[in-house]
C-alpha cells in the first residue's frame, strides 16, 4: 500500500464546534459536517497534482461524509466496525464522489467565520510549528493521552485488584 497520512476528518469538524460555541459564532450547522471533508478533499487534489505517492487515510468518522464523499479516491477509509456496519446497511448511493467539490458556498461560510478552518484547509494555513498548537491536534493528544491513562489504570486493577472493592 505504501506510506499513508491520516486526516482525522471528524476531529476538524468537532474543534470548530468548539471554536464556534466559545467565540459565539453562528453558522449553518450542516457546514461542520463539512469542514474534515473539505481539508482532506484539498489535500487530495494537491498529493495528485504534485504526483506525491503517498496515501490519505480518512479517520474519525462522525457522519456518513467521511465515507460517502471519499468513495472513488485513491484514498484508505479506516472506519471503526459500527459505522463500518451502519455504511453496510444504509441506503447512501455507493457512487464516485472524490472529485466532485465541497459546495463553494460552505468553503466560503467555513473560511469566512473560522480562522481555524482556514488554518487547516488552506495549504500555507499553519507551519510544522504550529502544528502542535492547533486545538484540532491538542484535542486529539489529550483524548489519547487519558485512553492511555485509563488503560493503565485498568491493567493496575488486573494485576493488582483493589482488596477494598
Known sequence: MG??????????????????????????????????????????????????RLR?????????????EFIGGDVVISPPFEWQSRYNASDVDVRNRMDTPVD???????????TDFVRAYDEKG?????FDGFGATRRTLRQFSKATDDLVLLIRDFMIPNPDA
Open 56 to 68: 490519505l487515510l480518512s479517520a474519525a468518522f462522525r457522519n456518513h461524509l467521511h465515507w460517502s
Open 104 to 114: 463553494p458556498a460552505i468553503v466560503a461560510e467555513l473560511t469566512g467565520k473560522f
Open 126 to 130: 499553519m507551519s510544522p510549528a504550529d
Open 3 to 52: 506510506p499513508v497520512c491520516t486526516i482525522m476528518v471528524g476531529r476538524l469538524d468537532d474543534w470548530l464546534k468548539v471554536v464556534a460555541e466559545k467565540q459565539g459564532i453562528i453558522a449553518n450547522p450542516h457546514v461542520f459536517d463539512w469542514a474534515g471533508v473539505a481539508a482532506m478533499k484539498k489535500a487530495y487534489a494537491i498529493y495528485r497534482q504534485r504526483g506525491y
